[in-house]
């Protein structure tokens, strides 16, 4: 029969797990923005939203812009709730980036960040 002590023992054990798993996906998820969202984010949208230029008053260089408004570009999670993925896919009226589609490695890969939570470094406001 389990006796008072080692039902904390294990509770203590499920705890540091959970906390480890955690900040294995969220070091994960740093290295994948950095090697892969990151550099299409900056070559494809950075021209007309980013530092310079806000089309549509967003911004991909600031987290606050991308998540935050009416219309979050990005719901991290939510693939269908995210207007960024529906704009990349050119099934709308509106088509990011205008030029030219996004090759489908590229769509993919904005695809699964969001789909992993859209990891994104913390900014000081
Ligand atoms: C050449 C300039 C240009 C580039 C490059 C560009 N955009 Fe845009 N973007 C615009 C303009 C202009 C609008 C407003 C268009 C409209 O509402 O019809 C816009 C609007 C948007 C919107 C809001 C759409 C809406 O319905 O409100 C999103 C999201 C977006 N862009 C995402 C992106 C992403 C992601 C990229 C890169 C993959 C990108 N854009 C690259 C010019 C650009």
Redesign the pocket.
């Known amino acids: 029969m389990l006796d008072g002590r080692k039902i904390l023992v294990s509770l203590v054990f499920a705890a540091m797990a959970a906390v480890f798993a955690q900040s294995a996906t969220n070091a994960s998820g740093e290295a994948y923005f950095r090697a892969n969202v990151k550099p299409?984010?900056e070559n494809?949208?950075y021209?007309?939203?980013g530092p310079s230029k806000q089309?549509?008053g967003?911004r991909?260089d600031q987290g606050k812009s991308a998540f935050t408004g009416a219309?979050p570009?990005v719901t991290p999670g939510d693939v269908e709730k995210s207007?960024?993925l529906s704009?990349?896919s050119y099934e709308g009226r509106?088509k990011?980036?205008?030029?030219r589609r996004?090759d489908d490695e590229q769509i993919a890969t904005l695809r699964k960040w969001i789909e992993d939570g859209a990891w994104w470094p913390k900014e000081t406001p």
């Open positions: 299409v984010l494809y949208c021209n007309c939203h089309k549509a967003l991909f219309t570009a207007l960024m704009v990349i509106v990011m980036p205008p030029k996004l």
